[in-house]
């Protein structure tokens, strides 16, 4: 998809407000990785645009065509990019990410992979292309991965932060919080184990502040072929995995 008109019409009648690249200004909100947004259609933006809200958003008599390609742009910039999969080499972007990424080195998908991640099964269908591109850029800095959340609560957000515990005997244990209540930790440490602590057995229990991904490195080929497997996973069908874990697992495209 070509987003040059809608990019030109945006600059023209929307930039004032929402900034550039839609990132928001005072005058108006982002229209870029907006939870408001993610899950609205086309035609309820479009319904937006024309007849503007109570809140501030002036109405705007455009062109059918113009009102089409600025709807169907700001929808592009919220929606899973599954529903615009990018242009690339799919079946080469899933070569990097199980040998020369070593993304599978953390991540699974469909099955296949370790569980120091995310299962990345359906990660197209839970990420826009802007989401999913801070997440390899930025790792952990995703909106909402905050760190105002209490930390004796339970977060769901913060159960990939990797967190340092210091057990009453003087070991200690690194891993995932994978929950936490008032006197217990449950912890998988990075062998991919359970261990379940009371804090009569710890004393301390550390968060690290970045996270255990790198950022992504590669060149631009790459990454486009990596972005192009990425935004296809749709998540699979349950079952038994065909043909045993050493097959590659077949991608559409
Ligand atoms: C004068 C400032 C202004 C201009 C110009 C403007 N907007 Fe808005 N827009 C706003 C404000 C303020 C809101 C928030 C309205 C609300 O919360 O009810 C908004 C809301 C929106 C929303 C809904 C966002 C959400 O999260 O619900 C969309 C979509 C939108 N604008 C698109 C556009 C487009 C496309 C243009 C250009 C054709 C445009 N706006 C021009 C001020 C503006
Ligand atoms: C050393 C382990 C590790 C490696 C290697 C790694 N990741 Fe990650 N990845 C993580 C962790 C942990 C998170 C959770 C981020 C956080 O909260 O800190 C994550 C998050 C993500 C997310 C966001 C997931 C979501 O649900 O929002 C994507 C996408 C992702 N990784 C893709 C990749 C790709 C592609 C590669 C290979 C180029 C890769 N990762 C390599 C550990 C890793």
């Known amino acids: 998809m070509n987003w040059t008109t809608a990019e030109q019409h945006f600059e023209k009648s929307c930039v004032v407000c929402h900034g550039e690249g839609a990132k928001g200004t005072e005058r108006g909100p982002s229209l870029v990785m907006s939870r408001s947004l993610q899950n609205r259609s086309e035609k309820e933006i479009q319904e937006v645009v024309r007849n503007g809200t109570e809140g501030g958003m002036p109405p705007f008599a455009l062109p059918e065509a113009q009102l089409q390609s600025l709807a169907q742009w700001i929808r592009f910039l919220n929606a899973p990019v599954f529903d615009f999969p990018t242009v690339g080499d799919a079946k080469q972007g899933e070569r990097f990410f199980f040998e020369k990424g070593q ?98 057995e710890y004393d301390q229990v550390v968060r690290e502040k970045v996270s255990l991904m790198p950022a992504l490195k590669s060149s631009a080929e790459e990454r486009r072929n990596l972005l192009a497997y990425l935004s296809r996973l749709g998540g699979v069908t349950p079952g038994p995995i065909l043909g045993g874990q050493d097959k590659v697992p077949t991608c559409s495209n």
Do not use: Y
């Not at 850029?137 to 159960?159: I, L, M, T, V």
């Not at 515990?165 to 994978?178: E, I, P, Q, Y």
């Open 103 to 200: 993304c599978a080195t953390c991540h699974m998908v469909a099955g296949r992979g370790k569980v120091n991640g995310p299962d990345l099964s359906a990660i197209g269908r839970q990420l826009s292309l802007k989401d999913l591109e801070q997440s390899l850029d930025s790792p952990g800095e995703k909106a909402g991965s905050s760190s105002n959340c209490p930390f004796f609560a339970w977060c769901p957000q913060d159960q990939w932060k990797v967190v340092n515990v210091n057990l009453r005997d003087g070991s200690k244990l690194r891993g995932f919080a994978r929950s936490r209540g008032k006197h217990d930790l449950q912890l998988q440490t990075l062998d991919g184990q359970f261990r379940f602590l009371l804090d009569t």
